[in-house]
Structure formats: structure tokens, C-alpha cells
């Protein structure tokens, strides 16, 4: 019997000796051993820097645009080179570096917003169609990541294939999360208050869902998505004027606490390394518990696609309704063919109405520019244009199911009017024409 027994012993050993020389051979080979975690562990100030990120991404996104004059697709351009050097960067470290990280982070959070932008101005694509289509591709991704390292853990990014699955999960949550929030906040109607505060209460919810038992990946990406429509509403708030329901604080001044923040914040934790994840073994423990989740995210997708369509046929119903019951006929208009702001002449034969309906508001402020600018008074100018901009955006949801080809044509003379005055070095000859082409498209 020992004679029998010795030579299976002996090939068990053998076995065993083989198996653990693959072994050794496939973590010798695998790259995510010669690695840290290339990410930060998810503390509150990983949240705070998040939204802070997403205001000020916005901010440099306008600057580029309007007041340096690149426009959309040199804004893109520029962008998506500073963001190109960021991530090269990024994915040349061995570890979690706070500059290098969040640097990262606040350009992706500009060039998802620019994708977004440009299919809905240069491509002319709705935002609804844009939302379906990021929300599919942020899912494929998912899939992607999961088919290949059999887990989403946000804690183990310790290979170059699992960080590159990580950040192009991020663009996309951008580009998603600007989608929803513009389609919320303009195409709906809600404006960026009133989204704000649904998206904070959703963010809410998600938060005590995850303290009660669900999953942290889905918990995780799902506070994600929404924190940047919560950002833009923060920043729209501050910023906007008093007489706008805002703080009236200005972009400008806006953006610089929201930056001053930002770099207090990383200094902050490049001393302390707050949100370092120290050990492999830390990592190893998050990936295990964050595994599975399968039913869970069924459930909320379903949810999400129940209660979002359903909101969202609500209020295009309630919009269209308003838009019928005040579209304008061919009925004398408020103000008539002669200067603007003058009673027109008895017998004068009067004008047509828009078919946008009264855009005597828009007007008023288009010519109150004007004025501002023949008497010289530049920085007056910009600022009353303001009140344009915010106007247009909140009318958004009114007019633009009453005739978009009519919108469509003067949002475009709206943004060129903005570009002009708002140029780091404005020509007057230029700005007053193009009031002057409003004008004409807002008669």
C-alpha cells in the first residue's frame, strides 16, 4: 500500500509544484503588481473637489470660447490636447498623485462638457438623443470593464488596461451628466435651481440607499453622474444676479473662489495623503466586497428609465399644451415697424408676430446694450448682455416647441452677440452689428 501510495503522493506534489510555478510566473508578468492605486479613496473630499471641478471646468470652457473667441470647435481642440498631455501624464505615474490626478479630472470634466456641446450646436443633435446615447455608451464601457477584469471596483485601479477603462468611464459621465442636466434644466424647463435641488435630493437618496445595503460601485457612479448637473446649478447660482434668483457674484468671481478651493484642497491632501490607498491589501479587501451587484443595478436602471421617461413625457405634454395655447397668429404685434419702442403711426399696416410669440424683453435688453455701447460705456454693456443670456436660457423651454428653425436662427445671432462683447479685446464696429443683426432677427 505505501508503495502504491508513494508515486500519487509523489505526482501531487508535482502538480502542486507546476501549479504554483504558473502562478508565480502570471503575477511576475502581470503589470498590476508593479503598481499603486492610481486613484484616491472616496472621502468627502473626493465629492468636494468633484463638483468644484465641474463649475470651474465649465467656466474655463466659456472663457476659451467666448471671451478669447475660440469658439466651440477650437475650445474642443485646444481642450482635448491639454487633456490628452493630463492623462499621458496620469498613466505615467506609478501611484495616486493629487495635482496629477484632479488635474486630469477638471479637463475631462471640460472636454465631456464640449462633447456634449458641440452634438448639440455644431451636429445640431437633441439633447435627449445625446443622453440615450452616452447612457449607452458609458454601459458598454461597464460591460467592457467587467468582461475583462471580472470587476468594477473602483479601489483596485492598479493596471494600465483597468485605468484606462476608469477614465473613459468618467468622460462619459460627464458627457452624460451635461446632457441631463441641459436637458432638465433648458429643453424641460426646470431651470438650473430647480435642477440643482432635484439632482441634491437624488444625490441624497443614492447616499442613505448605500448606507442601508446598495452596492457601492452602483452607489458610486450613479452620485457621480448626477454631481455634475449639481456643480453647474452651484455655479449658476452664485453667479447669476440678485434679480435672477442667484447670489450675483459673477462668473469671474465665481470661478476664482471655486479654484482657490480647489488648490487648498490638494495641497491639503498631498501633505497629508488623506485619501491614499496605503496598502495592496486595502485594495484587495474593497474589490472583494465590491463584487456582484448585478440585481441591484437592474433594479435601478429599470427604476431610472420608468420614472425618468415618465417625468419626462409629463412635462413636454404640459410644455406643448403652453405652447399651443399662446402660439401667436398673424395678429398686430406690440411694437410696430418704426423705431423700436414707438407707437406706430395710425393706418400703419401692422407686423406680424413672431412665431416665437412677444419677444419685446429680448428686445428691450438687445437695444438697452445698444445704447450702453453708442455712449461708450463698454463694461456697461457686457454686463446688461448678461441679463440676455439668462432670459434666453430660462425662456428655452417656452419658445423653442413654438418653432425651432425661428429659435434656432436667433440663438445662433444671441451667441455671436455674446462671443463680441464679451471678447478679451471687443471691437465696437463689430459688436453693434451684430446687436444690429439681433434686432433685426428679434423684430
Known amino acids: 500500500m505505501t508503495d502504491a501510495a508513494s508515486p500519487n503522493a509523489h505526482s501531487g506534489a508535482l502538480r502542486r509544484m507546476e501549479r504554483d510555478r504558473t502562478m508565480d510566473s502570471r503575477h511576475s508578468l502581470a503589470p498590476s503588481r508593479q503598481l499603486l492605486n492610481k486613484v484616491p479613496e472616496v472621502t468627502i473630499y473626493f465629492w468636494i473637489i468633484k463638483v468644484l471641478c465641474t463649475t470651474v471646468g465649465e467656466s474655463a470652457a466659456d472663457f476659451l470660447n467666448v471671451n478669447l473667441n475660440f469658439g466651440l470647435t477650437g475650445t474642443s ?139 457601492g460601485v452602483l452607489a458610486f457612479w450613479a452620485i457621480y453622474i448626477l454631481t455634475r448637473p449639481l456643480g453647474a446649478s452651484i455655479g449658476d447660482y452664485l453667479s447669476q444676479p440678485s434679480g435672477q434668483g442667484g447670489l450675483g457674484l459673477g462668473a469671474t468671481v465665481t470661478s476664482a473662489i471655486f479654484v482657490v478651493g480647489i488648490f487648498g484642497i490638494v495641497a491639503y491632501l498631498s501633505v497629508t495623503k488623506a485619501d491614499v490607498i496605503s496598502t495592496p491589501a486595502t485594495a484587495d479587501q474593497h474589490e472583494s466586497a465590491e463584487r456582484g451587484g448585478l440585481v441591484q443595478t437592474v433594479i435601478v436602471v429599470s427604476l431610472i428609465l420608468i420614472l425618468g421617461g415618465a417625468s419626462y413625457f409629463w412635462r413636454t405634454s404640459v410644455l406643448a399644451e403652453d405652447a399651443a395655447a399662446t402660439s401667436p397668429t398673424a395678429a398686430p404685434a406690440a411694437v410696430g415697424t418704426g423705431p423700436i419702442g414707438q407707437v406706430p403711426p395710425a393706418g400703419a399696416q401692422p407686423a406680424l408676430a413672431s412665431p416665437l410669440g412677444d419677444l419685446s424683453k429680448f428686445r428691450t435688453i438687445t437695444q438697452d446694450t445698444m445704447n450702453l455701447l453708442n455712449s461708450g460705456d463698454q463694461g456697461g454693456a457686457t454686463t446688461r448682455i448678461d441679463d440676455l443670456e439668462i432670459e434666453w436660457d430660462n425662456a428655452e423651454a417656452r419658445l423653442k416647441p413654438r418653432d425651432k428653425s425661428a429659435w434656432t436662427e436667433i440663438d445662433d445671432r444671441i451667441d455671436t452677440v455674446l462671443r463680441e462683447l464679451r471678447a478679451t479685446s471687443p471691437n465696437p464696429n463689430t459688436e453693434k452689428s451684430a446687436l444690429t443683426d439681433l434686432l433685426n432677427a428679434l423684430g
Open 77 to 215: 481642440v485646444v481642450t482635448g490636447v491639454l487633456l490628452a498631455i493630463a492623462l499621458a501624464v496620469q498613466f505615467g505615474a506609478d501611484r495616486y498623485v493629487p495635482s496629477r490626478y484632479w488635474l486630469a479630472v477638471a479637463l475631462v470634466s471640460v472636454f465631456g462638457t464640449l462633447v456634449t456641446d458641440n452634438l448639440t450646436d455644431n451636429v445640431g443633435l437633441p439633447l435627449e438623443i445625446s443622453t440615450l446615447i452616452f447612457s449607452v455608451l458609458l454601459a458598454l464601457t461597464f460591460l467592457a470593464w467587467y468582461s475583462s477584469e471580472r470587476t468594477l471596483s473602483i479601489h483596485s485601479i492598479v493596471t494600465r488596461r483597468r485605468e484606462a477603462f476608469y477614465w473613459l468611464a468618467i468622460l462619459f459621465t460627464f458627457a452624460l451628466g451635461t446632457a441631463t442636466g441641459d436637458l432638465m434644466a433648458e429643453v424641460l424647463g426646470l431651470g438650473y435651481v430647480v435642477t440643482g435641488a432635484i439632482v441634491a435630493s437624488l444625490i441624497a437618496v443614492i447616499a442613505v440607499a448605500w448606507r442601508c445595503g446598495l452596492h
